[in-house]
């Protein structure tokens, strides 16, 4: 099951973030899927009970990640957290699936309350970086938070929402936008895909010919050895 999830997340890295070149890259160096998986041991921790431990485990991760996640919220499957230092998450937020946050977002309290008192976040949403969503409000499938904006209110399924007070930008995202789009930011369609497509091809290639470069001189290495045997 964890494997599952961990393949799952890895895939959905390589997906999202240009960045990510390889499964060996994000598995190492994205603190998101570190952080992600280990609220899954935190989360499972507190769901049987284990306060104190869950607690402690997912201070480790936070310790590790600077990803700070509370054991008892609960997040969806293929959340991406990119870059990730400084992202606060709430005691009882929710995540959907298919989310993608950016580093520095908190998901907090507006005022001290007891109860439910953190965002629920729909599906396919995208929190920009530094931005700030605050109390038991309901983000929409598909929304949009700018990087930056303060949200304290409830945002719309399928609405952009920038500044402090987060308000709705002029346009509503078309229907085709519910895929996704890195940085939020619509693409010139007609390029992008295929452009990816060769920068992927490209770097499997690289790759491919650094394999063949380390086999072909550890060959060439064990060549001698032979002949000094014989
Ligand atoms: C909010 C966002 C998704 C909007 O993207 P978009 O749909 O292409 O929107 P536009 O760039 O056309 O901007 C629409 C309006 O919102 C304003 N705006 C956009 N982002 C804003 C932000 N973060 N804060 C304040 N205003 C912002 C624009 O100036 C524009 O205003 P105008 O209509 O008065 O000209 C995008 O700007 C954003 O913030 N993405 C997150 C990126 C991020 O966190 N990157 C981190 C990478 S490490």
Redesign the pocket.
């Known amino acids: 099951m964890a494997f599952m999830f961990l393949r799952e997340t890895i895939r959905t890295y390589r997906e999202r973030d240009p960045a990510a070149r390889s499964w060996m890259e994000v598995l190492i160096c994205y603190p998101g899927v570190h952080a992600v998986m280990w609220h899954r041991l935190s989360h499972a921790l507190w769901e049987n009970h284990l306060y104190l431990l869950g607690r402690f485990s997912s201070h480790i991760a936070r310790w590790l990640t600077g990803i700070e996640i509370h054991p008892a919220a609960k997040l969806g499957r293929r959340l991406v957290i ?2 990730g230092m400084g992202v606060v998450i709430g005691e009882t937020a929710e995540i959907g699936d298919d989310c993608y946050l ?2 520095q977002v908190t998901l907090g309290v507006a005022r001290t309350s007891s109860g439910k008192r953190h965002p629920t976040v729909g599906n396919n949403v ?1 929190i ?4 700030k969503v605050l109390g038991p409000i309901v983000i929409g499938d598909n929304a ?6 303060v949200v304290v209110d409830p945002v719309p399924a399928d609405t ?1 929402v ?2 402090v007070p987060a308000r709705p ?2 346009r509503k995202l078309p229907r085709k936008q519910a895929g996704f789009d890195p ?4 693409c010139d369609d007609s390029l992008d895909p295929l452009m990816r497509d060769l920068e992927g091809l490209r770097v499997e290639m690289s790759e491919l010919e650094a394999r063949v470069a380390r086999l072909a001189s550890a060959q060439a290495q064990q060549k001698p050895r032979q002949t000094a045997a014989e």
């Open positions: 990119d870059h950016y580093h995208i920009g970086a530094g931005a949009r938070i700018g990087s930056n904006a952009t920038v500044g930008v002029d940085y939020g930011m619509p």
